[in-house]
């Protein structure tokens, strides 16, 4: 499986932007998908993460309330739209995915998810 995330880009505090997360090949539908977040100098942390039809989500506390994730498996696709930015929402943003079962206490870790894209940069300007 690969990904690719894009979207990502300068903006104001208290604007918008929406990330885009397309995976290739036919099992992407099948598997949680996670974004994570990695600011200059700081671990990569979990940000959001959706199960296989979108019917669970879950968010890093930071986040909730602003920030809302989606999926269209029909265009290998996870979205996540962030709104309310503030400027310690900029990092380099990635998606992931991971094969296992819906557990929210594995799905906040890098480790459990086997599959990176290329990250996509949100700086947010005060």
């Known amino acids: 499986v690969q990904l690719q995330a894009s979207g990502g880009g300068l903006v104001q505090a208290g604007g918008s932007l929406r990330l885009s997360c397309v995976g290739s090949?036919?099992?992407?539908?099948?598997?949680?998908v996670g974004w994570f977040r990695q600011a200059l100098g700081k671990d990569r942390e979990f940000v959001a993460a959706?199960?296989?039809?979108?019917?669970?989500?879950y968010y890093t506390d930071s986040v909730k309330g602003r920030f809302t994730i989606s999926r269209d498996n029909a265009k290998n696709t996870v979205y996540l739209q962030m709104n309310s930015l503030k400027p310690e929402d900029t990092a380099v943003y990635y998606c992931?995915?991971?094969?296992?079962?819906?557990?929210?206490?594995?799905?906040?870790?890098?480790?459990?998810?086997?599959?990176w894209g290329r990250g996509t940069q949100v700086t947010v300007s005060s």
């Open positions: 090949g036919r099992t992407f539908g099948l598997y949680t």
């Open positions: 992931a995915l991971d094969r296992g079962p819906w557990d929210i206490v594995l799905l906040t870790t890098t480790t459990s998810y086997e599959y």
């Open positions: 959706i199960n296989w039809d979108g019917g669970s989500t």
